[in-house]
């Protein structure tokens, strides 16, 4: 089992910058695929960003490409999504995923809300 926990969301002024922090426990974090997704109100959940185990290969969604960067400490058991040049349209809540081919474990999600 591991348990996922985000941290370092909040409310910040567009173009601004925060940087989330999903730290895993439980078992070894090296092993597996880790992305981010968010769901703001009335929308669907989505894909934000994804990492793979070495951190060798990410994925961005277009509308974070050249804005948000996911990276990873596995030393630390720890998956990064700097956000910077925020948006109105970035505000949601922002949910780590992690998962193997046998598991996919989520956290509780942690709100970011961007003011004009």
């Known amino acids: 089992q591991v348990e996922l926990v985000e941290s370092g969301g909040g409310l910040v002024q567009a173009g601004g910058s925060l940087r989330l922090s999903c730290a895993a426990s439980?078992?070894?974090?090296?092993?597996?695929?880790v992305a981010w997704f968010r769901q703001a109100p009335g929308k669907e959940r989505e894909i934000v960003a994804n990492i793979n185990w070495s951190g060798s290969s990410t994925y961005y969604a277009d509308s974070v490409k050249g804005r948000f960067t996911i990276s990873r400490d596995n030393a630390k058991n720890t998956v990064y999504l700097q956000m910077d040049s925020l948006k109105l349209e970035d505000t949601a809540v922002y949910y780590c995923n992690a998962r193997t081919t046998a598991v996919n474990y989520w956290g509780q999600g942690i709100q970011v809300t961007v003011s004009s």
């Open positions: 439980g078992r070894p974090f090296s092993s597996y695929f």
